[in-house]
């Protein structure tokens, strides 16, 4: 079973930057899509980026503009770049990948990282 560890969170000051970094254990046969989602204390988990096969991208309105998703398929890798974070930016992020894990089962499946504290101080 295919593992996404994510890394890169932190304690930030507002306005500061984070970069984070997801990394697949393993490999895939075909990842169709790359997520960060976040959840905040008392709140549920929420679409923050996503990034598909073809390179089109998507971002909640809370952040377009201040973070930027990227990703390398060929080697499970997936980053969010955050810039000009705001204590409201304070969260859990999880990775998340739909990808199908070999080539004879066509059905895409979930993949979640085991999030990162992203904690911005005002």
């Known amino acids: 079973q295919v593992q996404l560890v994510e890394s890169g969170g932190g304690l930030v000051q507002a306005g500061g930057s984070l970069r984070l970094s997801c990394a697949a254990s393993g490999s895939f046969f075909r990842i169709n899509a790359m997520n960060w989602f976040r959840q905040a204390p008392g709140k549920q988990r929420e679409l923050v980026a996503g990034?598909?096969?073809?390179?089109?991208?998507a971002y909640s309105d809370s952040v377009k503009g201040r973070f930027t998703i990227s990703g390398d398929n060929a080697n499970g890798l997936a980053y969010l770049q955050m810039t000009d974070l705001r204590p409201e930016d304070t969260a859990v992020y999880y990775c998340?990948?739909?990808?199908?894990?070999?080539?004879?089962?066509?059905?895409?499946?979930?993949?979640w990282g085991q999030g990162t504290q992203v904690t911005v101080s005002s």
């Open positions: 990034i598909l096969r073809n390179g089109r991208t």
């Open positions: 998340n990948f739909g990808a199908r894990p070999t080539g004879w089962d066509n059905n895409e499946y979930d993949y």
